[in-house]
C-alpha cells in the first residue's frame, strides 16, 4: 500500500525567508502524481504545486518549487520569499496514475513570523 | 475560491443517527470524490462518484453512502453514527477522470458526534 510521511508536525518562517518542507513517500508504482495541497483555517484545500512522477524537471509555481528526488522517494516543497498569507497546513498527497484517489500525509503547520 | 461548496459548515449529532452532508460542484464537474479528515490527521478517501456512479472506495464502512445527481452536486450519508465518525468532511470535484484532471475542495462541514 502506498502511504505518504510528513515528519515535520510545525515549521516556522521569518517573513520573506525561505522554508522546505519535507515529504517522502512509499509506492511500488512507477507512475504517479504528486502534490502538495495548502489548508488555511478556513479549511479549504488549495492545489499548492504538482508533480507527474514522468517528469525529471522540478515543478516550480512562482515562489513555490519542488525537489522530487524519485528514486529517495522525496518531495519537498521550498516557498521563497514567505508571505503572512502563507501561513496555513500543508499537506503533500500522492495519487497512483489512472485513479482519482488522493493519499494524504499527516500535514505540517507552517507559521510565518513578521 | 474553487467554486465548490458544502453544506452545512457544522453539524452536531448524536451517536446511532443518520446525517447527510451535501456538495455542489462546479458547473461541468462530473466526478466527485469524498474524503474524511479527522482532527490533525491528513484527509482519507472514503469514495468517488463519476457520472452518478460509484467509481472507487476506500476503507469505510457500507454505513457511509454516497449519491450524485445530474446537476452537479452530491450527497455523503452516514448511518448509524460512531462517536469516531467526528471529522471534518471535505468533497472535491473535477471534470472526468483521468490524471490531467485537477481536484477542487470544498471548504468542508465539521461533523461532531456525541
Same mark, same amino acid.
Given at each position: 500500500?502506498?502511504?505518504?510521511?510528513?515528519?515535520?508536525? *510545525?515549521?516556522?518562517?521569518q *517573513?520573506?525567508e525561505?522554508v522546505?518542507?519535507?515529504?517522502?513517500?512509499?509506492?511500488?508504482?512507477?507512475?504517479?502524481?504528486? !502534490?502538495?495541497?495548502?489548508?488555511?483555517?478556513s479549511?479549504?484545500?488549495?492545489?499548492?504545486?504538482?508533480? *507527474?512522477?514522468?517528469?525529471?524537471?522540478?515543478?516550480? *509555481?512562482?515562489?513555490?518549487?519542488?525537489n !522530487?528526488?524519485?528514486?529517495?522517494?522525496? !518531495?519537498?516543497?521550498?516557498?521563497?520569499?514567505?508571505?503572512?498569507?502563507?501561513?496555513?497546513?500543508? !499537506?503533500?498527497?500522492?495519487?497512483?496514475?489512472?485513479?482519482?484517489?488522493?493519499?494524504?500525509g499527516?500535514?505540517?503547520?507552517l507559521?510565518?513570523f513578521? | 475560491?474553487?467554486?465548490? =461548496?458544502?453544506?452545512?459548515?457544522?453539524? %452536531?449529532? =448524536?451517536r +446511532?443517527?443518520?446525517v =447527510?452532508?451535501?456538495c455542489s460542484?462546479?458547473s461541468?464537474?462530473? =466526478?466527485?470524490?469524498?474524503?474524511?479528515?479527522?482532527? +490533525?490527521?491528513?484527509?482519507?478517501? %472514503?469514495?468517488q462518484?463519476?457520472?452518478?456512479?460509484? $467509481?472507487?472506495?476506500? $476503507?469505510?464502512?457500507?454505513?457511509?453512502?454516497?449519491?450524485?445527481?445530474?446537476n452537479?452536486?452530491?450527497?455523503l $450519508?452516514?448511518?448509524?453514527?460512531?462517536?469516531?465518525?467526528?471529522?471534518l468532511?471535505l468533497?472535491?470535484s473535477?471534470y472526468?477522470? +483521468?490524471?490531467?484532471?485537477?481536484?477542487?475542495?470544498?471548504?468542508?462541514?465539521?461533523?461532531?458526534?456525541?
Open positions: 500500500a502506498q502511504t505518504v510521511t510528513q515528519s515535520q508536525p *510545525e515549521m516556522s518562517v *517573513e520573506a525561505t522546505t518542507l519535507s515529504c517522502t513517500y512509499d509506492t511500488s508504482e512507477s507512475d504517479y502524481y504528486l !502534490f502538495w495541497y495548502k489548508q488555511p483555517p479549511r479549504q484545500m488549495i492545489l499548492v504545486i504538482r508533480q *507527474e512522477a514522468y517528469k525529471q524537471q522540478n515543478a516550480t *509555481e512562482n515562489r513555490f518549487s519542488v !522530487f528526488q524519485k528514486a529517495a522517494k522525496s !518531495f519537498s516543497l521550498k516557498i521563497s520569499d514567505s508571505q503572512l498569507g502563507d501561513a496555513a497546513m500543508y !499537506f503533500c498527497a500522492y495519487r497512483r496514475r489512472n485513479t482519482d484517489k488522493l493519499i494524504f499527516t500535514g505540517t503547520r507559521q510565518v513578521p | 475560491e474553487t467554486g465548490v =461548496t458544502q453544506s452545512p459548515t457544522h453539524l %452536531i449529532k =448524536t +446511532g443517527q443518520q =447527510t452532508l451535501r460542484s462546479q461541468g464537474h462530473n =466526478t466527485v470524490s469524498w474524503y474524511q479528515q479527522a482532527l +490533525g490527521q491528513g484527509p482519507q478517501f %472514503i469514495f462518484y463519476y457520472r452518478e456512479e460509484e $467509481n472507487g472506495r476506500g $476503507n469505510f464502512p457500507p454505513r457511509f453512502s454516497g449519491l450524485q445527481f445530474p452537479y452536486s452530491s450527497e $450519508n452516514v448511518n448509524a453514527l460512531e462517536l469516531d465518525d467526528s471529522a468532511y468533497c472535491a473535477s472526468g477522470t +483521468g490524471e490531467q484532471e485537477t481536484q477542487y475542495f470544498g471548504p468542508g462541514t465539521r461533523l461532531l458526534v456525541l
